[in-house]
């Protein structure tokens, strides 16, 4: 299987993520993965992170919404382009009936999903 190229639209930076840290398509996030691409890993000397702290309501699917947003903005280091956002909806960290018994909740931590935004890259196979 052919590894995939992932440079950055803006200045053409090979932003260093590999294909096999991508989760696959029908995987589930809570807030959802619409136009983007969602890795479980990425080279953070690629990208500067910036933390977005917002209190107003937000919606990023008809079952996720809030009133305080907590994201990571990830820009691309060379240009300073928003590729995406590093959200803590990825697979559960540990295995367990979750708090109080009752199965998972948002009490168990998660690991992190890397969501970059599909018009921010430029794809190509490696041959």
Same mark, same amino acid.
Request: aromatic share 14%; glycine share 8%; with cysteine.
């Given at each position: 299987?052919?590894?995939?190229?992932?440079? +950055?639209?803006? +200045?053409?930076?090979?932003?260093?993520?590999?294909? *096999?840290?991508?989760?696959?398509?029908?995987? &589930?996030?809570?807030?959802?993965?619409?136009?983007?691409?969602?890795?479980?890993?990425?080279? $953070?000397?690629?990208?500067?992170?910036? *933390?977005?702290?917002?209190?107003?309501?937000?919606?990023?699917?008809?079952?996720?919404?809030?009133?305080?947003?907590? /994201? @990571? *903005?990830?820009? +691309?280091? $060379? +240009?300073?382009?928003l590729v995406g956002y590093? &959200?803590?909806?990825?697979?559960?960290?540990?295995?367990? #009936?979750?708090?109080?018994?009752?199965? #998972?909740?948002?009490? @168990?931590?998660?690991?992190? /999903?890397?969501? @970059?935004?599909?018009?921010?890259? /430029?794809?190509? $196979?490696?041959?």
């Amino acid at each position: 299987m052919a590894s995939s190229i992932y440079t +950055c639209t803006e +200045c053409g930076t090979n932003l260093n993520l590999h294909s *096999k840290y991508l989760y696959p398509p029908e995987f &589930y996030f809570e807030a959802g993965n619409k136009g983007t691409l969602s890795f479980s890993m990425v080279d $953070s000397t690629k990208f500067k992170f910036v *933390k977005e702290d917002k209190i107003r309501p937000f919606f990023e699917t008809l079952n996720y919404w809030g009133i305080q947003r907590k /994201r @990571i *903005k990830m820009n +691309c280091n $060379s +240009c300073g382009r928003l590729v995406g956002y590093v &959200y803590d909806d990825g697979p559960p960290l540990m295995d367990g #009936p979750g708090q109080f018994h009752f199965g #998972p909740s948002q009490v @168990i931590p998660r690991a992190p /999903r890397y969501r @970059i935004k599909t018009k921010a890259l /430029r794809i190509m $196979s490696e041959s």
